[in-house]
């Protein structure tokens, strides 16, 4: 099974251009893409959406996203992974 990763839609597309060139086998979506959730999702849906469909999440909030992480896991729930990365 490929490994699948879902970027967060502040980062730039340029990532997933980079993982596919380097690895073609990694399956790689941006939030706003036909098949994953649509731009303006909130944090904790998109944690939901991840854990149910097997996605590592990368973004770069900072700010939010490990309180929501907090959260999701607080409520007995899971994520494959996530990368917080800074774009900078």
């Known amino acids: ?4 990763y879902l970027l967060d839609e502040h980062l730039n597309p340029t990532y997933r251009s980079q993982l596919v ?3 073609p086998e990694l399956v790689v979506r ?9 731009k303006g999702t909130p944090d904790p849906d998109i944690l939901i959406w991840c854990e ?3 996605f590592i999440l990368v973004t770069n909030n900072r ?7 907090t959260d999701h ?7 494959p992974g ?3 990365i800074d774009a900078n």
Do not use: E, Q, Y
């Open 21 to 23: 060139r380097r690895n």
């Open 63 to 69: 700010k939010s996203m490990p309180g929501h992480l």
């Open 73 to 79: 896991l607080a409520s007995g729930r899971h994520i």
């Open 1 to 4: 099974m490929a490994i699948r």
């Open 30 to 38: 941006i939030i706003g893409d036909l098949d994953v959730p649509p």
């Open 52 to 54: 149910t469909n097997g």
């Open 82 to 84: 996530i990368f917080t």
